[in-house]
């Protein structure tokens, strides 16, 4: 949002109250104003007596009480949606009181048994003033912020370099080989295999000369009662079987051709993932620090700790058009050009038994 101010500034574009520095409470509300995408909220707020303040205190309304109105819009649901994501990884991956070159994944580890993201950490290990060793740690270890002392987090502290290192290699070896991803794909949405391409395509030729055939049929049938060689009875018996013949010819296509329009998505699927993994195999050794966390930030959901157990969700950004070029995987599009996104789970045989990923012990906190 500084940014933005800072390009208003330069642009000389000044502020609603005529100043040339936008404040950036202002901005925020601008981003954040779901008015702009074409629907406008009234009691929202209310003010609520506060004695310890000695005035009232503005404070949000339930969401059910809201009463939403539409408005004109000045930009797409699309565009409104990617500013909010874009200002959540913002806030989410501030590099404030961090030290530049580490934490891989900060923002992106999960404790399993609680479901909320690790702090980072460092610590002088013993009486070693010269180095630090770095942790991922539960906040919910704190009773006060776990709710109590019976709801406070057991888990370890997680070793930040081991788990780093880890879940990179493991991201390698699933970006390397994208038929793990299409497999995981399909077993998360359930889908049974599908048939071969060829295989669907002569069962919707015959069906279709079947149809034909039907049709055909009638229209004997119809010149035979006007040749006075059937009965009326005879007829009605005849066209009613050729009618429930067709419906089912029409049925069987329908499901055909909705079966060859999703393998044709598969094969669209299939060919995007490996457009994207080839490009972002060609230069996964080369990259330095600042590449792979905006990689992994790219493609990676989130990471579970359980135990030993170290489980990735991943989201795969597809473009409509899979790019010809050799796009780094250091350039990642901004959400607003990114159209499809796959969330995979990769788990499976994926343990960590490395010792040095845990903390020995939690006294310190």
Known sequence: MRQVVRHLYEDGISSPDGKGLWPVATIAHLLRNPAYAGTAAWYRYEYVPAPELKRSRK????REDWVEVPVPAIVSTETFSAAQAITHDNSRYSPRNTTPGTFLLRGLVVCGPCGVH???????????????????????????????????????????????????????????????????????????????????AAQLERTARRLDAANAERCRLADLYQAGLVSLSELQRRAKEITARRERLESERTELQARHQELAGANQLRRRIANFAARIADGLEQLDFDQRQRLVRLVVED???????????????????????????????????TTTTRHLRWSRDRVSSHDGLRSTYLASL
């Not at 404070?59 to 339930?62: E, S």
């Not at 070793?159 to 497999?183: H, I, T």
């Open 59 to 62: 404070v949000r309304r339930p």
């Open 118 to 200: 690790l702090f980072c950490d460092q610590k002088n290990p013993g009486n070693n003033k010269g180095t630090k060793t770095r942790y991922y740690g539960c906040p919910n270890h704190d009773p006060i912020k776990a709710g109590g002392p019976e709801r406070r987090c057991q888990e370890r502290l997680v070793r930040a370099d081991e788990l780093d290192a880890f879940v990179f290699e493991q991201l390698k070896a699933v970006l390397l080989r994208p038929q793990l991803l299409l497999e995981a794909e399909a077993a998360i949405a359930g889908k049974d295999a599908l048939p071969d391409d060829e295989l669907l």
């Open 303 to 337: 990471v579970r700790v359980t135990g030993w157990q170290v489980e990735l969700r991943l989201k795969l950004p597809l473009d409509d058009e899979p790019p010809d070029g050799g796009s780094r995987p250091d350039a990642p599009k901004s959400p607003a050009s």
